[in-house]
């Protein structure tokens, strides 16, 4: 089983608003995602976890702050979003965790959350 | 830097037509290549990895093959449930994460 969950499916948040994104995956991977995808382009990478331990921030803005609670679960906290943050938010996980930084392990990815900033 | 182009942009199909799809690619190290497919709102959802050049995998109607500068997705008589966007994705030895291309958008007609 290669599946990893993603909650909720769409997201529709104010400016000013609090909101949570989560995700699961029960197969025993220790490396687990987060990117960003706007239409008609590629994900882009936000962060990466290794072993729970935050290991790649690709320059994210602090309004988007990650966090992993244990090995199956990641959640991305969301605050005060501008509405260029609309996109499609994708949770992935690979088997290995990172090794100086890298893993070959093949990424499984989430259905993805819709967000959409008012 | 590495860097992967997928090529072409958009592909139209009728059932039943057999196609290539390209991703060409400039690494320090190629360590993976990745294909996925990607449904419109949906997340990528993985196709094959491949590590070497010479290196084919197979799948109901899609077969990848790998070179040491480009890696081709075949499609063998095409259904309209095969019409999606691939996506085409490499990691080196020194980058941190993938590389993804552009994609290109699948459509398959009756």
């Known amino acids: 089983d290669t599946e990893v969950t993603q909650t909720p499916k769409h997201l529709v948040m104010g400016m000013t608003n609090k909101k949570s994104l989560k995700c699961e995956q029960h197969?025993?991977?220790?490396?687990m995602y987060w990117y960003k995808q706007k239409a008609k382009k590629p994900p882009e990478l936000m962060f990466v976890?290794?072993?729970?331990?935050?290991?790649i921030n690709e320059s994210v803005p602090s309004r988007f702050s990650p966090e992993c609670p244990n090995s199956s679960l990641l959640n991305l906290h969301l605050h005060a979003l501008q509405p260029e943050d609309s996109a499609l938010y994708l949770c992935a996980s690979s088997q290995s965790g990172l090794m100086g930084g890298t893993s070959t392990d093949t990424q499984y990815f989430g259905p993805g959350t819709r967000l959409t900033v008012l | 830097e590495d860097q992967v182009t997928q090529s072409p942009e958009a592909l139209r199909l009728q059932e039943g037509e057999s196609s290539s799809l390209n991703c060409s690619y400039t690494v320090s190290g190629l360590r993976g290549l990745f294909w996925y497919r990607q449904d419109p709102g949906k997340g990528p959802e993985f196709l094959f990895t491949l590590y070497s050049a010479g290196e084919e995998k197979e799948k109901e109607r899609l077969k990848a093959t790998l070179t040491k500068k480009e890696s081709f997705l075949h499609i063998t008589a095409p259904k309209p449930e095969d019409s999606a966007t691939y996506l085409c994705?490499?990691?080196?030895?020194?980058?941190?994460?993938?590389?993804f291309g552009t994609g290109t958008r699948l459509q398959v007609t009756l």
């Open positions: 994705a490499v990691k080196s030895g020194t980058a941190s994460k993938l590389t």
């Open positions: 976890y290794s072993y729970e331990k935050l290991s």
């Open positions: 197969m025993g991977h220790r490396a």
